[in-house]
């Protein structure tokens, strides 16, 4: 049967705490199988199924400032997509709000024990009056009561932007501090500068700290990590971004330092076809005088839709096959996943995931198969509930006993609308634009601005080439923060960009639809 973790993590549908990785991972390894690594940490295609389940089942909004705030030391952590695999984790819980402006509130994971449904743990969130996560609060169940667990605790700027994450856990009797992140912006909406600080019983201890530089479009080009020694931060490790014309990348390059210079470490190269799509992952890692080859990623689409990701592993002379994941849709909506292992001369069935949805395209269920020599056998199915909101108020997971369907995992949430919080009061004192978000997005994405006073507002979007492609406001406006959800559905994947003109003031900012 899948492990219930694999099931949660995996197919990213309760993202509630990201994992964020704080230790140098072990990569003096030789060969190890593709299939046994699927998170690790890059962007690409490889997260698209995960990414298209979790917009359909949850619409799960994220800012990309929270996405990038924890950067992986070791690799790199492209936006949608953050680092699960680790042996020493530190908790980081995230903003989510649907796209009907509801924001999760509570979570309660239950488990069946033959009779009924027990608790296990509940997640609580608390939000400021811009629909921010100020609070998280993990407890555990007794038995009889919700037992404190954990706690993080995020600050904000006036730009909305995260200024610090701090997480406790509960002694028994008080929150006890155990990590501390502060951001540091300089102009942008993305971290300039992080420091990451660790509590000692006594004080905060420096441990890491890490410089952010992006290019004229927001990329980030490179991250210098420094570790504290003693009394100074020294170099540690230093990631290189590259990309091409489409604001694609095209390159990474992770580096070492050592006696005084950067050593070469890990590389890896992104091939891209006319519509963005990513067709191929190449990644290398320095054997001390030239690049070795490691693994061989290959991509194939039908339209802007992934249809095939094949994994390859270096086998000293050629690349070997290892593992083959296809897609199948109805459409925009994938349908079936099939994962194939290579049996030294054709494809073998290993695993299969069918997916369902609702008239209003929301997933409603996925059913999980294991090959057994000559048929595909149940394992497990996930059912989701969603209420008028199209939000996901239950997700319950069952395992086939061979005969019956037997209830194994339940998540109960509940939702509440961002007019049920009370506003912060703030004084606003100029025109802003805001980074939209989710960015990349598929299909739809939200879009904020801020008035300084009354007047005649245009929102409007164009296409690479300059053309207009919609307009999403054109009224008068009273001062203070709007919201605007764009829908792209009608349109390709590819470059926007969205144009705010509100009296003299004029800005344009980008995003990316990916399909």
Same mark, same amino acid.
Do not use: C
């Given at each position: ?116 449904? #027990? /608790?296990?743990?509940?997640?609580? @969130? !608390?939000?400021?009056? =811009?629909? *921010?996560? &100020?609070?998280? $609060? %993990?407890?555990? +169940? ?91 931060? #020294? /170099?540690?490790?230093?990631?290189? @971004? !590259?990309?091409?014309? =489409?604001? *694609?990348? &095209?390159?990474? $390059? %992770?580096?070492? +330092? ?258």
């Amino acid at each position: 049967m899948k492990h219930i973790s694999t099931i949660l993590i995996g197919s990213l549908l309760f993202p509630l705490i990201l994992l964020s990785q704080n230790s140098t991972q072990d990569l003096n390894r030789s060969h190890y199988s593709k299939r046994d690594q699927k998170n690790r940490v890059h962007t690409s295609a490889l997260s698209k199924r995960a990414y298209e389940l979790n917009q359909k089942s949850m619409q799960f909004k994220t800012a990309k400032a929270q996405q990038e705030q924890y950067f992986n030391k070791m690799t790199a952590v492209f936006p949608g997509q953050e680092a699960l695999n680790s042996s020493e984790q530190r908790v980081s819980v995230n903003k989510i709000m649907l796209d009907e402006e509801m924001l999760l509130i509570e979570n309660i994971a239950q488990q069946w024990d033959g009779a009924g449904w #027990v /608790n296990l743990w509940k997640s609580s @969130f !608390t939000y400021n009056g =811009n629909g *921010n996560e &100020t609070e998280g $609060l %993990g407890q555990s +169940w007794d038995g009889a009561n919700w037992v404190n667990s954990w706690k993080a605790l995020s600050a904000y700027n006036e730009s909305g932007q995260q200024t610090e994450f701090l997480y406790q856990n509960w002694s028994g009797a008080e929150w006890i501090n155990m990590s501390r992140d502060s951001m540091v912006y300089d102009g942008t909406m993305y971290p300039a500068e992080v420091t990451s600080q660790n509590w000692n019983g006594l004080e905060w201890v420096n441990l890491q700290k890490t410089f952010n530089t992006y290019d004229g479009s927001d990329n980030r080009t490179e991250a210098l990590h420094q570790d504290w020694s003693f009394s100074n931060y #020294v /170099n540690a490790y230093k990631e290189t @971004f !590259t990309y091409d014309g =489409n604001n *694609n990348q &095209t390159g990474y $390059l %992770g580096q070492y +330092w050592e006696e005084g210079s950067w050593i070469n470490d890990w590389k890896d190269e992104f091939t891209f076809d006319g519509s963005n799509n990513m067709t191929n992952w190449l990644t290398q890692r320095w054997n001390g005088t030239t690049w070795g080859n490691l693994w061989n990623d290959i991509l194939i689409y039908n339209g802007n839709n992934l249809i095939s990701y094949t994994y390859q592993y270096w086998g000293g002379s050629s690349w070997l096959n290892d593992y083959k994941e296809t897609y199948l849709y109805d459409g925009s909506n994938l349908t079936e996943y099939t994962g194939q292992y290579w049996g030294s001369s054709v494809w073998l069935n290993d695993e299969k995931e069918s997916y369902t949805y609702d008239t209003s395209n929301q997933l409603t269920q996925w059913l999980y198969q294991l090959w057994n020599n000559s048929n595909w056998s149940d394992d497990s199915k996930g059912t989701y509930n969603i209420d008028e909101n199209n939000s996901q108020v239950e997700f319950i997971v069952q395992y086939w006993d061979g005969a019956n369907w037997i209830n194994d995992f339940r998540s109960v949430n509940k939702f509440a609308t961002t007019t049920d919080i009370k506003p912060e009061i703030q004084t606003i004192s100029e025109y802003h634009l805001a980074d939209n978000y989710p960015n990349p997005f598929n299909p739809s994405t939200t879009i904020e601005f801020t008035l300084p006073k009354s007047g005649n507002v245009e929102l409007k979007v164009f296409n690479i080439l300059g053309a207009e492609v919609a307009t999403l406001v054109s009224q008068n406006f009273n001062a203070g923060n709007h919201k605007f959800l764009f829908d792209a559905g009608n349109l390709a994947s590819g470059i926007y960009y969205y144009q705010l003109v509100a009296g003299n003031f004029m800005e344009v900012k980008k995003m990316v639809l990916v399909r």
